[in-house]
Nanobody
Framework: VQLQASGGGLVQAGESLRLSCAASGSITSINYMGWYRQAPGTQRELVAGISNLDDINYADSVKGRFTISRDNAKNTVYLHMNSLKPEDTGVYYC???????????????WGQGTQVTVSS
């Protein structure tokens, strides 16, 4: 199983970006997909997550600005980031809880990070 993230970049404060993360490989089901970020010197934190039942949660710092969505047919999760702030800068990682085979427990998988830099 692989998670391929894309869409990061350098933007100015107030601008928007869209991140994408596609899961591929031997997948029976994806129970949960989320976006996390890590700024230098800080721990990785959850930004937004969405379950296979479309239960969604956001970090307080991004509510009203970021929107997470998923395309189940493409095994892809998106993060639409609007009104970006310098404090949104960091490496963004996607993670997913994936069932590979029905006979084994679901496992957590990480994609490679994508850098988001917001200048003031």
């Amino acid at each position: 199983v692989q998670l391929q993230a894309s869409g990061g970049g350098l933007v100015q404060a107030g601008e928007s970006l869209r991140l994408s993360c596609a899961a591929s490989g031997s997948i029976t089901s994806i129970n949960y997909m989320g976006w996390y970020r890590q700024a230098p010197g800080t721990q990785r934190e959850l930004v937004a997550g969405i379950s296979n039942l479309d239960d969604i949660n956001y970090a307080d710092s991004v509510k009203g600005r970021f929107t997470i969505s998923r395309d189940n047919a493409k095994n892809t999760v998106y993060l639409h980031m609007n009104s970006l702030k310098p404090e949104d800068t960091g490496v963004y990682y996607c993670g997913a809880i994936i069932t590979i085979t029905p006979t084994k427990p679901a496992t957590y998988h990480w994609g490679q990070g994508t850098q988001v830099t917001v200048s003031s």
